[in-house]
RNA sequence: GUUCCCAUCGUCUAGAGGCCUAGGACACCAGGUUUUCAUCCUGGUAACAGGGGUUCGAAUCCCCUUGGGAAUGCCA
C-alpha cells in the first residue's frame, strides 16, 4: 500500500503534548494502515531551532515508542531544493518578485488565475461588491485591494490575491465601466510597476471561485479565493519559508497522507495551489483538533507543565502516558479505554477522531497510569521505582530487602513513581509528622494506649504482622479503646501520615525496636 | 473587521433519524469489603448551548442566534 505519513515538527522548544499527540496520531494511523512513519525535523527557523530541543524530541519519541521509518531528514539540508522550486514557479509565472529589479525583493507565490481546470477549484457564483464611499479599489499583480463598510459603519480594508476575482468590473457609482480583468488585462496589471487606483470606484462584480477539499476527519472544507492572498515563499534574505519548504519537503519525501494540527486548515487551501503548480499530487489531508489546557487555551511552549519530558520526570509510564494520548480527540468506538498498542493500531482509523478541541486531564492520566502500575510484574515494578528513587536521599540508606517488601505492599497503592517519594519513613525515623493528622488522631486515650502498646511491644516475641495485629489489640483492651481505634494512632506514630499500607505489615517491615523507638518519638512530641 | 472551523455530564467520550428513560470512563458523593490505609465491589449526582424548521419521529439533517477556537507573519 502506497501510504506515508510524517510528523514534521519544528525543534524551537521542548516538544509539548500537543505536539507529541499529533506525532502519535500519524504513528497510530500509519501503523494501522501499514505505510511508513516518517519524520521530518523543521530546523530552517535558525534563531531558534536548537541542538538541545532536537535531542529532546529524539528522546521523547523514544520513550514513547514512537519508531519512525528511514532517516530522519533535516529542512535545512534541502534549502537548495526550495530554491529551485521558487525558480521553477518563476519561471512558470507562478511566482513573482514582490519588487522586480530591487535588490532583496521577497518573492510572492501567486495563486493561478487559470485555475478552473484544477481539481480543488469550483466556481461558486456572481458576486458584487460595493465599496466604502471615498476609498479607492487598486489592483497590482499582489491582488485587490479595497474598502467595505461593516453593519456598524466602520469602513474597513480588505485584500487578496488576482485569482479571487475572475471577470472582475471595476464601476463607478453612475455604472461607468473602470476596469475589467481578463485574459488581456491581466499580463499588464502583472508588469505594472505601480498599482492601478479607482479613486472613484462604487462597486465591483466577480465571479467567485472557491478552493475546497475532503478531510479526512473535518469533511468537506471550503474558502472563497477571494479571501486569500498570495503568499511569500522566499525572503528578502533568500531563505524559503514553511509554506514552500514544507511543500518541497512533502514532494521529496512522497508524503501521501497529512495529518496534522487544526491550525494548519488555513495553510492547506493555499498548500494545495503549491503542489498542484509543483505539478504534483495533492495529499490527503487530515487535521487533528488542537489540545487545549485547563484554561481552555492551546497547549503552547508558554505552558510549563506540558512538556512531554516532564511526564516521565514525574514518574509516568510511557505506554499509559500514549494510551491517555491517544484517546484525547479519538475512541475506538466502544466502550473501551485502556488498551495496549496493538489494540490501538488495530482500531485505530480517523473515523473516530474528534472534531473539536479536548481538555487534557492530568488527574485522568494518573488514574491510568495507576492501572498501568497495578499490572506490572511485581519485580519489574520494584526495579523501576528502585531506578527512579535515585534522586531521593531516602534511598542512600534504603537496603535493597526492605525496599522489595516495601514496593511489594506499596504498588497497589501507587499512581506514579513519585508517590515513592513518601516511602521515605520506611528508611528513617528522622520524619515530620502531618500536624492536621497528629492532632486528629493522637488525644490522651490514644496517647495512653500507645504507651501501653510501646510496654506490651517490649516483650512480644514474636515478629510477624499478626503479632502486631496481636499487640494492638491488647492495648485497646487494656485502655478500652473501640477494636481498630488505635490503628490511624499508630500509623502516625510510625509514619508520620494518615494514609500507606496495612499498618501491621508497616510494623513488621520497620520491626520491633523501630517501632518502639518510633511510638515514644511521637508521644514526646506535643500536639500543635 | 474578514474568512474558516467547532459545540453531548465538571473533563475525556459513545451516539451515522426510531435501539436514548442519552451509554462508558475519570472526578465527586453515599454504602459495602478490609478491625486500619489503599485496592476492590455496589449505588448515586451530573449533559444533548438557545431558538426556529424538515420529519410520523431529531442529540443526530437544515437555518438563525449565542459561545468558543483558528487564520489573516519576510514564525512554523
Not at 128 to 138: D, R
Not at 256 to 283: A, M, S, Y
Not at 501 to 509: C, F, H, L, Q
Request: aromatic residues 12%.
Amino acid at each position: 500500500m502506497d501510504f506515508k505519513a510524517r510528523f514534521a515538527p519544528s525543534p524551537t522548544g521542548k516538544v509539548h503534548i500537543g505536539n507529541i499527540r499529533t506525532a502519535i496520531f500519524n504513528w497510530l494511523y500509519t501503523r494501522h494502515c501499514g505505510g511508513e512513519f516518517l519524520l521530518r525535523i523543521e530546523d530552517t527557523d535558525l534563531e531558534r531551532s536548537t541542538k538541545q530541543a532536537i535531542d529532546a524530541l529524539y528522546d521523547c519519541m523514544k520513550w514513547l515508542g514512537l519508531d519512525y521509518d528511514g532517516t530522519p531528514m533535516y529542512q535545512t539540508t534541502q534549502s537548495g531544493a526550495h530554491r529551485e522550486a521558487a525558480r521553477k514557479l518563476m519561471e512558470a509565472g507562478h511566482a513573482y518578485e514582490l519588487n522586480p529589479g530591487e535588490e532583496n525583493s521577497p518573492v510572492l507565490f501567486r495563486l493561478p488565475y487559470d485555475c478552473d481546470s484544477f481539481p480543488f477549484v469550483r466556481t461558486v457564483g456572481d458576486v458584487k461588491i460595493e465599496t466604502a464611499p471615498e476609498t479607492p479599489v487598486s489592483i497590482s499583480r499582489a491582488g485587490l485591494v479595497w474598502s467595505i463598510v461593516n453593519h456598524k459603519g466602520k469602513t474597513v480594508e480588505s485584500a487578496a490575491c488576482l485569482a479571487g476575482f475572475k471577470d472582475l468590473q471595476i464601476y463607478a457609482a453612475d455604472n461607468t465601466l473602470l476596469f475589467s480583468l481578463n485574459e488581456e488585462t491581466l499580463p499588464g496589471i502583472a508588469a505594472a510597476k505601480d498599482p492601478m487606483v479607482f479613486e472613484n470606484a462604487a462597486y465591483f462584480t466577480f465571479t467567485r471561485r472557491e478552493v475546497f477539499f475532503v478531510d479526512l476527519v473535518k469533511g468537506e472544507l471550503s474558502k472563497p479565493l477571494d479571501s486569500i492572498k498570495d503568499l511569500i515563499i522566499i525572503r528578502s534574505d533568500s531563505s524559503p519559508v514553511f509554506h514552500l519548504a514544507n511543500v518541497c519537503d512533502d514532494v521529496t519525501q512522497g508524503v501521501t497522507h497529512i495529518v496534522r494540527g487544526d491550525d494548519h486548515v488555513e495553510n492547506t487551501f493555499r498548500h494545495l495551489f503549491i503542489f498542484q503548480t509543483l505539478g504534483f499530487k495533492v495529499p490527503t489531508y487530515a487535521h487533528l483538533p488542537m489540545l487545549v489546557n485547563a484554561a481552555g487555551k492551546p497547549y503552547s511552549k508558554r505552558d510549563g507543565d506540558a512538556f512531554v519530558g516532564d511526564f516521565r520526570e514525574k514518574g509516568f509510564l510511557p505506554e499509559a502516558f500514549f494510551n491517555y494520548l491517544s484517546l484525547l480527540g479519538w475512541s475506538p468506538g466502544d466502550n473501551r479505554e485502556k488498551m495496549n498498542r496493538q489494540e490501538l493500531i488495530e482500531a485505530f482509523t480517523l473515523e473516530h477522531a474528534q472534531r473539536s478541541p479536548a481538555q487534557f486531564d492530568m488527574v485522568k492520566l494518573m488514574n491510568m497510569n495507576g492501572l498501568y502500575i497495578a499490572e506490572m510484574p511485581q519485580a519489574e515494578f520494584e526495579q523501576a521505582v528502585w531506578d527512579f528513587a535515585a534522586r531521593w536521599e531516602w534511598r542512600t540508606n534504603a537496603d535493597r530487602a526492605t525496599f522489595h517488601k516495601v514496593a511489594e505492599l506499596m504498588q497497589s497503592r501507587t499512581k506514579t513513581y513519585m508517590d515513592a517519594q513518601t516511602w521515605s519513613y520506611f528508611f528513617s525515623e528522622e520524619f515530620e509528622f502531618d500536624p492536621k493528622g497528629f492532632n486528629k488522631f493522637m488525644k490522651e486515650d490514644a496517647r495512653a494506649a500507645l504507651t501501653e502498646l510501646a510496654a506490651i511491644l517490649e516483650n512480644m516475641t514474636g515478629t510477624a504482622a499478626t503479632d502486631f495485629e496481636e499487640a494492638i489489640r491488647k492495648a485497646e483492651t487494656a485502655h478500652t479503646i473501640a477494636q481498630g481505634k488505635l490503628n490511624q494512632p499508630l500509623r502516625i506514630c510510625l509514619t508520620g501520615i494518615t494514609v500507606g499500607a496495612g499498618v501491621y505489615e508497616t510494623a513488621e517491615i520497620l520491626g520491633k525496636e523501630s517501632c518502639i523507638r518510633r511510638i515514644r518519638r511521637a508521644l514526646a512530641h506535643e500536639n500543635g
